[in-house]
């Protein structure tokens, strides 16, 4: 069973600029598409963006685009989401999540039952 374990989370300021990491157990980190998912207090779970297995691809949730990157680092089994001009709508609990199958082909927005494993996420608020 892989673990997966965030980081960086914290309280920051509108505007301010946070990255979150994922560290990823076992050897098979580089076989899966990686996502990151948030839930605010009382909403459900909101997809924010995937990677594929190399990289090269990346999808985003349509308002988030050009304020969140995802990247991966498969030899250290890491991915990360940098966050720039953070707003108080971003407060939310961050979660790394590694994709329900080895090999899939990224094909766009991922909903939360496409993940097979979860962290235990991060918390993440922005102050106005």
């Known amino acids: 069973q892989v673990q997966l374990v965030e980081s960086g989370g914290g309280l920051v300021q509108a505007g301010d600029s946070l990255r979150l990491s994922c560290v990823a157990s076992?050897?098979?980190?580089?076989?899966?598409?990686m996502g990151w998912i948030r839930q605010a207090p009382g909403k459900e779970r909101e997809f924010v963006a995937a990677i594929s297995q190399s990289g090269l691809n990346t999808y985003y949730a349509e308002p988030l685009k050009g304020r969140f990157t995802i990247s991966r680092d498969n030899a250290k089994n890491m991915v990360y989401l940098q966050m720039n001009s953070l707003k108080p709508e971003d407060t939310a609990v961050y979660y790394c999540?590694?994709?329900?199958?080895?090999?899939?082909?990224?094909?766009?927005?991922?909903?939360?039952?496409?993940?097979?494993?979860w962290g235990q996420g991060t918390q993440v608020t922005v102050s106005s």
């Open positions: 076992g050897r098979t980190f580089g076989s899966y598409i």
């Open positions: 999540a590694r994709d329900l199958l080895p090999g899939r082909i990224l094909r766009g927005a991922m909903r939360g039952t496409d993940f097979g494993s």
